[in-house]
């Protein structure tokens, strides 16, 4: 418990202040810092406030990048009953199949997640501190995107349901309400030996919970009067409807630790890649490493995306 709370005090200055959808994202990225072998885990920690900020810079290039959104799901029903039986695990094989606009249109998480890899894993080679942060930032964001179930459906926000809004509250209402009570103790980073199967089993797991994530919503909805359902409330200097704090609990509840469970899930697993990828790597030396600064290129970009990101006009489809 004293851990527990220990990483809890090192993650909420820098989480709070952070607007929908981020807290997980930041969360998970710093606690997976703990889970790595003592060297690396230096040189994370003391990074670990680029960690932190950056594991949502995928998110942020959606408004300003054509290709990025379907780098964060895959819509794994497209793909008929048993679609685990009948799309190819490699790319080539997959892009043979259906063609490569079919994959792009549907989603390409756990390709995104082995390119991610395999980037982390020259930058590991190179022992370029600015390449491996940013790279283990990105492949921390998508290792926890493919954990969302709500990521692995066509009905990614309810809309076909008529439970509109879903996306969000499982994966930015629920995390922000009950993360106090949840063990983020998960132990030490594992070798990951096949990094695309591997990405395979974690979109496998959360399509799995796809069916309990809405199910137990609609079932929970009808016994609630929309009086209840939702409460008006300050958030990020706003005025916001969200779904109510009485309702969320219920819905937490009845979902029996499946959020914790993906969380806990998500930070062992960026942590195994991000030491798969140093293993992969030769396990370089990362002591002494120059410190990671932005180019004046890299800061003009990262600016452009900022103000994208502000006006809010989202590229591909808004799941909230």
Partial sequence: MQRNLYFLMLILPCLLS????????????????????????????????????????PDKRRYADTSEAAKHFIDIDRYGTSPFDSIPLK???AAGKYGEQVLLENGIVPWQIERAYYSLTEAFRL???????????DLGHYVSDAHVPLHTTANYNGQLTGQIGIHGFWESRLPELFHTE?????????YISDPLKAAWEIVKIAQNYTDSVLL???????SFPSGRRFTFSERNGRIERQYSEEYSKAYHTAMKGMVEKQMRSSILKTGSYWYSAWIDAGQPNLKNLAKAELTTEERLKQETIEGLYGKGAIIGRNEN
């Fill in 18 to 57: 952070f607007s929908w959808g981020f807290f997980a994202h930041q969360s998970i990225n710093r606690l997976a810092a703990y889970t790595l072998p003592s060297g690396m885990m230096r040189f994370y920690k003391n990074n670990i406030l680029f960690i932190t900020e950056h594991s949502v810079d």
């Fill in 91 to 93: 790319w080539k094989d």
């Fill in 127 to 137: 022992r370029d501190s600015l390449r491996i942060l940013r790279a283990s930032a």
């Fill in 182 to 190: 949840y063990d983020f103790v998960v132990g030490r980073a594992q």
């Fill in 216 to 222: 137990i919503e609609a079932r929970l909805s009808r």
